[in-house]
Nanobody, 128 residues
Framework: QLQASGGGLVQSGGSLRLSCLAS????????MAWFRQAPGKEREFVAH????????????SYADSVKGRFTISRDNGKNTVDLQMNSLRPEDTAVYYC???????????????????WGQGTLVTVSS
């Protein structure tokens, strides 16, 4: 089970931090990601962070549209994955979803079909 939080209304140029709490006992072995869906548009990839085994792993990737502005991170002790969003723009307005899949699952990190578990979404609204 995934529970996303932290959305809200922010002015253009502002920041927000989203958090996703996972209930899996083996959270560290899951690949985690954030997607978003704007009104009338398809759900799109935002960022992913790889599973972390011991001191290895945890690689990240970002959509070009958020690269340099958003940062994804995870805390395996707290079973959370966060998305720090800076320099927000009106086009970042969307419902943001966290997603998870087991490390061994195949498929592109940026594809919605590659993830097995989804949170309920949290709304981010950026005003101009």
């Amino acid at each position: 089970q995934l529970q996303a939080s932290g959305g809200g209304l922010v002015q253009s140029g502002g920041s927000l931090r989203l958090s996703c709490l996972a209930s899996a006992r083996t959270f560290s072995m899951y690949v985690m990601a954030w997607f978003r869906q704007a009104p009338g548009k398809e759900r799109e990839f935002v960022a992913h962070i790889g599973a972390r085994i011991g001191w290895s792993g945890g690689t990240t990737s970002y959509a070009d549209s958020v690269k340099g502005r958003f940062t994804i991170s995870r805390d395996n002790g707290k079973n959370t994955v966060d998305l720090q969003m800076n320099s927000l723009r009106p086009e970042d307005t969307a419902v943001y979803y966290c997603a998870a899949r087991p490390q061994a699952r195949q498929g592109s990190y940026s594809s919605t079909g590659s993830y097995d578990y989804w949170g309920q979404g949290t709304l981010v609204t950026v005003s101009s």
